[in-house]
């Protein structure tokens, strides 16, 4: 293999077997509320299109590109390994993602479950404003770009023009202590801009601008149905919320890839491979030490054949024993 081969099949991106393979940010809990939440629009008949803005390596776009229903599209904007638009953003890139985002990774992840790729905007989600997409178009959109407070402030307007009425919107990080521009630009528009809140986990917020006592309702209805799990209500400001918390412990685990039986067939190789190499090198070392405690036993008795070994002997066994006691304390002394 040449050098410039061996180089690409290194920088190749491993293809995941399943979707925890996939890094990211993207817990259980959630992918269970967004599987919830884009099933239960489908079993009411709605239809529209898809968003992600931030996808990272494409952990959460691969579950919601599993619900593209025909004649939806689904539309993915990160900047993945393009420059980033001001300073701001390009320290925020730097310091989180630029060693392992690319393009090509999310790609080969979001192919590895699903038969073809989104629609991809490499830009900034600032590119989707100003009537870039369909107002009022999409059934679900998940903000996940920059965590910056002017930067998420503009996506959520987006989102807010091209939801449907009873859209959902999804926004990370809103609670975390190094994103308090998230923070700031969710509540922001929960007070000033219509957003209401439908339900919190600890580390998204799902909302509408449309009515979420529906779809709040039967989160409630679900109380004492998922393990591990607890689903509370309470008021902020007269906006009602549901609070889901609690571990992901016996969560269904998500479909495998299309790759899955080919690595894990490969992953058994491997282990059955270093097995039998683990039991040739204790072999080898068991003969090495049978060698080499067969070589010390022969050179013990060469040593006892000299002739000079053999004649002390001789006359250590003829000699009295009184004088052969005698000489050896002579020796001593």
């Not at 991106?13 to 996939?22: N, Q, R, T, Y």
């Not at 709605?46 to 494409?58: I, N, V």
């Not at 025909?70 to 900047?79: A, K």
Request: charged share 25%.
């Amino acid at each position: 293999m040449t050098d410039a081969a061996l180089s690409a099949d290194q920088q190749r991106p491993a293809e995941p077997a399943v979707l925890d393979d996939v890094p990211g940010w993207f817990w259980d809990q959630d992918r269970h509320l967004f599987a919830w939440f884009l099933g239960r629009q489908e079993k009411a008949g709605s239809s529209g299109d898809l968003m992600e803005m931030g996808a990272y390596l494409g952990r959460s776009a691969i579950v919601i590109g599993s619900h593209l229903q025909p004649g939806e599209t689904f539309t993915v904007c990160d900047l993945f390994d393009s420059d980033a638009p001001d300073d701001e953003n390009a320290a925020e890139m730097d310091m989180s993602y630029r060693r392992t985002l690319t393009r090509t990774a999310f790609e080969t992840n979001y192919l590895a479950f699903n038969e073809r790729l989104p629609e991809i905007v490499q830009a900034p989600t600032s590119t989707l404003a100003g009537g870039r997409v369909a107002p009022g178009a999409f059934r679900f959109i998940h903000i996940d770009a920059s965590h910056l407070y002017e930067h998420v402030a503009e996506d959520i307007q987006v989102a807010r023009t091209a939801l449907a009425p009873d859209g959902v919107v999804v926004l990370d990080d809103y609670r975390s202590a190094h994103t308090p521009g998230v923070a700031a630009a969710t509540w922001e528009a929960v007070f000033n801009h219509g957003l209401r809140p439908i339900v919190l986990t600890d580390s998204k917020f799902y909302g509408t601008w449309g009515d979420p006592e529906p779809a709040q309702l039967d989160l409630l209805a679900r109380r004492g149905t998922l393990p591990h799990c607890d689903i509370t209500s309470e008021s902020v400001d007269g906006h009602r919320l549901v609070r889901i918390s609690g571990s992901d412990a016996g969560a269904e685990p998500f479909r495998v890839s299309r790759h899955h039986a080919r690595l894990a067939a490969e992953a058994e190789r491997r282990a059955a491979e270093q097995v039998a190499e683990e039991a040739f090198r204790t072999a080898e070392h068991d003969r090495d030490a049978a060698d080499r405690d067969l070589a010390d036993r022969r050179a013990r008795a060469a040593e006892r054949r000299r002739p000079a070994n053999v004649a002390k002997r001789a006359v250590g066994d003829l000699l009295p024993p009184v004088v052969t006691s005698a000489i050896r304390r002579a020796r001593r002394g």
